[in-house]
Each structure stands twice: as structure tokens, then as C-alpha cells.
């Protein structure tokens, strides 16, 4: 897993975290060790293992969503002026 | 009154016999928390005033002949993760330093309604990340068995406050060991519960697949006390689980079924301090002595807990802890002055804000998560994850609860481990139990060197009343938990 170097750079900018020269310079050089120590986990075979999803099983008590058939030309209109598509708010759909 | 020995039961106790107030009580509490706090750095913040008044007016409902349940009164500390109306919460972090909560965690709102009074917000590492109580943005913790070495963390002040009595009992959090590390490290009774039997509405999140509230006692029923007071399911958290909550106290007591007990080989690993193991294993004779029958037990993959937990945890801190950005609340560089962009907001106001585990786990945790790297490491934790329970579940088809040692060592020095990934291997005993969402209690086993050792008691999800009765039992055979640390050498 730790074929490819660790980018510190681009991390930190997924991260939106901005560190200074001597901070990125000990947590790549902290990184190689703790990267190679998560590697015990490439050995262990999971091809019939799903992830898991929630400790103890649990499921959502909520319903699925039920999808309200609209006819999309009704609802989204083009403003012949600016051009630009309009849609009432999600607070007019939901009481029309 | 001996403060440091003072047990919850006992000071409510003297409280319905009208020997001593709640607000004398408190203010005892509150002097020598002013005393030994500058030491221990237990507490972060100490609620004087309210604490006072909350004494006060359970003192007048119980001159008025009110009911009032066992923590009605008595002083307890809370670990400043979890949010408290008014008072500031810092999560041990520059990033919230200023931070005053509008509402209270459910677990505090419950523990007013049973008349607790809070004391004070304790002493963690920031946002619960950390194994020693070193990565406080307010200084590290110290131990009061040893004070020049660490409580454990993260909770490390709730730990040391209780044991130095600072507090009759507090509040804590365990995402990966932050109950049981510290409980074991301080001597005191440390419960990590099922992972959705006590609402986490108000506490600051780290792990959220993992995070538990539990609670600290210098006894196992006043462990039971305070968790009976915080358990159940709450509408204000989805992951609070509809579970009735029994009577732990009473079944601390009360339940003496004879129990098959196994005992996990894998955690008396190379390296382990060989003095800790035979105490451990002295506590397993007793425990065996007491009519149990115990058996070795493998859990197959416990090696790969650690690095699994090391990876499904920072992933999991690198998304909650994106809610810091500078814009809405917590430390921004908005109000220092000029900025260019909208990313040096999000950039300077994190860089400034975060202390440097909890930057190296957002870093650890976006790679992990990042396009190309997702399916190897977190993906894998999460299958790695599946086979980590599957361990439990057929453990648990052979016996009712597990055995191992809390902490493979002793408290280690201040300062002493600088290398992350040895302090991430504090928790090796310890994170598989969060990554299977089982409760677990750390209760004292005795000591090495003069520093307090832990037995960790393993049971199925929503088997907290077993693990008490056989905590308890364990405890009335020993003399551990009145074993006090000596004040006079907390300088």
C-alpha cells in the first residue's frame, strides 16, 4: 500500500489545511512509518467480507423516500428575458 | 470526611442523614480542587458559581422532604468534549477556545435533572485525540499517583479528578480507550458502554461510528450510579439505541449467576511489561477463585485491530473536524485582520486552530480517503472491521464475557513517548472493543512499582449489568479500589 509516496502537499490542500515547511517535513517523515504499519492489513484476505456499515447492525427507522411524479415542463419555466431557467421554491412545490 | 476515600454512595449517604450539605459538599470540593488543581491540571474550567447554587437548591428541596435520586448533590466533573449551556467547552483545543454552547448535551441535562452538580469541565486531549492527556492545547494532565507521569487519555482530567477527589465521579468519553486507559492508569473503576446506550446529543464528535460517553467511579456502584443516570435512547441522537435500561446498581449487587469467562490470549503480547501480566493473571486466579469458569480464547484478527482502528479513526476526525473552516464559529483568522482568500481563511484559521495530533490525524485521514487510496485503506479497515466482530460474535457463542489486560504498562512519563505511532499503540487492548461497539469496563487489579494496574472486563452489546456483577464480586473479594494515591506528594 505504500507503493506510491505519500504527497503532503496535495493532502494538505484536500485538507484545507495550511502547514508550515517544518510541520509538512516531520508529518511525511512520521507518515512513512505509520503507512507501513497500516500495511498488516494488505495480508489479510476480505474478498467475501463486506465493510462494515454500523457496529451492531442497526437500520434507519425512517422510510424510503417516495418520489412524487411532477411533470418537469410545468415546474421548470425559461424566462424569455434573461433566458435563464427558473424553478419555484421547494416550500411552493411541497404546499401545491 | 476524608474527601480523597469519599465515594458517591457514601456521600449521599451522609447527605440524607443530614450530617453534611450539598453546598458544604461542594465548597469542600471546591477548595481543594483550588488547591490541588495548579498541580494535576485536571480541570479546565471549574463552574464555582452554579455549582454552588445547584447545592443550595438540592439542599432546599431535600430540607423540603422532596425525593431525591443517589446523585442528587453530589459534585461531578464533566470532560470539556461534552457541551454545557453557558459555560465555555473547549475540547481541549485552541480551535474552541471561546466557544459557549447554547444548549446542553443530553447527558448533562440528565444528570441536572437527577441533581447532580457540575462542578467543572476537565482536562482531554483535543477533540479526545490522544493516549497520555499531552495534546491539551491547556497543557497536559498529570498524574496523581506520580505526577510526573501521564493519567492516560484522552479523558485525563475526569481520570485525575476523581482520583485525587476533585470530583465524587465525572464523566468521560471512550472513542478508541479514553475511559479505560486513564481509569487504569489512575486506579479507578472506567466504563466504556454499548455504543448507542447513552445519547451522544451535545458531545463534540471525533469518531462518530465509534464514540461513547461513559462514565469514571472510585467504586464499580458508583460507576453503575452514574451510569444509570446517563443511559437510554434519546429522539436528539438517531444513534441512540431503543434498549431498556436496567438497574445497574442493583444488578452490580444482586446478579451471582456463575459465569463462563474467557480469557484472550492474543492481548498477553511479546513485550508486555511482565509484572503487569502477573498481576493480570493473579486477578484472573481470583476471579476463578470466586466460582467462574474461565478458558482461553483466541480472537483471531486482534493484531489487525490497531492498525484498522488507526485508519477508520483519523478518516472519520478528518470529516467532523472540517466543520472548523474560520467561517462559522471556532478560531478564525477573520478577526485578525486582512485576508486575501477565501482559502487562507479555511488554510490560516486550521493551521492556527488544530494543535499537531489532530492536524496529523485530518492529514492521515483525508489520504485514506482520498481518490485512489479509499478502497485500500479505508475500505479495507471497514472489511478488516466486519472480521474484528465476527472475532466477538464467536467468542461470545462460547462465553458470556472477555478478560485482558487494560494497558499492556504501566502510566508512562511526561514527555516520555514522542513517536505517534508507539502512543497509538497504547490502545492496542483497548480500540478493537470500539470497533465492535461492545461496553467494556477497566476495573483496578492492583499495582507494579506503586502505579496502578487494569483488568478489562469484555461483554456482549447491552451486557453492562453482567460486567458490574462481575466487577463488583471482583471487588469485594480485593481491597483495590481503597487504595488511595498520596496527596502530600502532589506538589
Known sequence: ?96 | MDLLKLTISQASQAMCDGEVSSEELTEAYLDRINQFNPSLNAYISVESQSAIKQAKSIDTDRKAGKSLSALAGIPIAIKDIIVTKDSKTTAGSKMLENYQPSYDATVITKLKKAGAVIIGKTNCDEFGLGSSGENSAYGATRNPWDTSRVPGGSSSGSAAAVAAGLALGSLGTDTGSSVRLPAAFTSLVGVKPTYGRVSRRGLIASTSSADTIGVFGKTVLDAALLLQVIAGADSGDATSIEEPVPDYPGASKKNRRKLKIGVVKEYFQKGMNSDVAKTVENAIQTIRGLGHEVVEISLPHAEAALPTYYLINPSEVSSNLARYDGIRYGHSVLKQGEVNSLSEVFERSRDEGFGPESKRRIMLGTFALSRGYADKYYLQAQRVRTLLIQDFSNAFSRVDLLLTPTSPNVAFHINEVQDPLLMYLSDINLCAVNLAGLPAVSIPCGFVDSLPVGLQIIGQPFSESDIFSLAYQYEQETDWTEQYPDMTAVK
Open chain 1, 1 to 96: 500500500m505504500t507503493d506510491q509516496k505519500f504527497n503532503i502537499e496535495k493532502i494538505s490542500q484536500l485538507a484545507r489545511l495550511g502547514l508550515t515547511k517544518q510541520e509538512s517535513k516531520e508529518l511525511e517523515a512520521e507518515f512513512g512509518d505509520i503507512l507501513k504499519y497500516m500495511d498488516k492489513l494488505k495480508k489479510i484476505d476480505t474478498d467475501s467480507t463486506p465493510p462494515t456499515d454500523h457496529v451492531l447492525g442497526s437500520e434507519n427507522i425512517t422510510r424510503s423516500d417516495q418520489v412524487a411524479s411532477q411533470d418537469s415542463k410545468l415546474i421548470i419555466k425559461q424566462n424569455k428575458q434573461t433566458k435563464n431557467y427558473q424553478i419555484p421554491s421547494v416550500r411552493t412545490l411541497w404546499t401545491s
